[in-house]
């Protein structure tokens, strides 16, 4: 019998798939379709590896609790590899959150505390305030933090690099990949260019306006990637380039993803491959671009796929009918 003893077992070694429509030409893109994690994204594979960690340094404890200020994919992984090991997870998020995600998080076990959005996060109610005072008050709680946790680059340091430079046989020359903790492209990036001698080129994807592109933490739309400060998950030695890419071209880029290559993605994955793209445009026939795709994009319904959030952003003309990649500006 072929089995595993639980979905947590299963982290990791996702599919590279080319991508053949949007990516048309002389150097194989290949995605790495991070979704195919039993969570749903490239955080299964942070949670696994921070817990882990944790109990190597005595710091998470049997019975313990996991608190972590987060309401997306982190929270998931955290809750699925909690429930392996039999850990409690309390998740501390704004209200701002829609209840979809917080109900995904209940579904799995956690508990879900609201705070409000509009207080200063010095504020006792802000819910970086109250994600503290539960570690404090909690007895036995641990806060993973992604920020700040080695473990988070290591994780891909450990799996997600090993397995591209397996899975290309070597031959990867490219690596592009969004930049939110910078965990992934830090991790992973540092692994590719320690086994292929340097040789291996590091892109980072970042929305306009974000601080990793040299912005100012201009808002944008794209969820997961950019930030307003420099966390120190992020190694600011492994990039060789940043690409900046508008939240017009990410949707668009989305967009064509699930219609023509039939992959259903978040927008940061749409971010990464318009960079991929934009890398792919100066390389040739023995290249190979690895583009890494963090989410699927389920949970994005009621925006980059819908008709009418997409055209009061103006990201659709205002005629839309419905469907066409054609009509995405
Ligand atoms: N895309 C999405 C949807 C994410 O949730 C994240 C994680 N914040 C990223 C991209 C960026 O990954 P990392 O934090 O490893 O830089």
């Not at 290591?154 to 969004?178: C, D, K, L, M, N």
């Not at 001698?197 to 201009?218: H, L, N, Q, T």
């Not at 190694?235 to 967009?255: K, L, N, P, W, Y």
Request: charged share 20%.
């Amino acid at each position: 019998m072929d089995y595993v003893e639980h979905v947590a077992d299963l982290v990791g070694n996702t599919p590279l798939v080319r991508l053949n429509s949007v990516a048309a030409g002389r150097t194989p893109v290949l995605a790495k379709v991070e979704y195919l994690n039993p969570g749903g994204s490239v955080k299964d594979r942070i949670a696994l590896r921070m817990v882990e960690a944790a109990e190597e340094s005595g710091e998470l404890r049997p019975g313990g609790t996991i608190v972590e200020p987060t309401s997306g994919n982190t929270g998931v992984g955290l809750a699925m590899i909690a429930q392996r090991k039999g850990y409690r997870c309390v998740f501390v998020c704004p209200d701002k959150v829609s209840e979809d995600k917080r109900n995904v998080l209940k579904a799995y076990g956690a508990e879900v505390v609201v705070c409000p959005t509009a207080v200063a996060p010095e504020h006792p109610d802000s819910y970086y305030s109250v994600s503290d005072r539960l570690v404090t008050e909690i007895e036995g709680a641990w806060k993973p933090d992604q920020y700040s946790n080695p473990a988070n680059p290591e994780s891909h340091y450990r799996s997600t690099g090993p397995e591209i430079w397996e899975q290309t046989g070597g031959r990867v020359t490219h690596f592009v990949a969004g930049i939110g903790t910078g965990g992934t492209i830090s991790g992973t990036g540092r692994y590719l260019k320690e086994i292929s001698g340097g040789r291996v080129k590091i892109i980072g994807a970042d929305p306009e306006g974000s601080v990793y592109s040299g912005g100012k933490g201009r808002p944008y739309l794209v969820e997961g990637v950019g930030e307003d400060f420099w966390p120190t998950t992020y190694d600011r030695q492994v990039c060789d380039e940043i690409v900046a890419v508008s939240d017009a071209d990410s949707f668009g880029m989305t967009r064509r993803l699930a219609q023509e290559e039939a992959l259903l993605v978040g927008g940061s994955c749409g971010m990464a491959v318009a960079a991929a793209l934009k890398v792919a445009e100066s390389t040739g026939p023995d290249d190979v671009v690895v583009v890494l795709l963090p989410d699927g994009g389920r949970g994005y319904l009621t925006k980059v796929f819908n008709d009418s959030w997409m055209a009061s952003y103006g990201f659709l003309s205002p005629d839309h009918s419905g469907g066409s990649v054609g009509d995405v500006l």
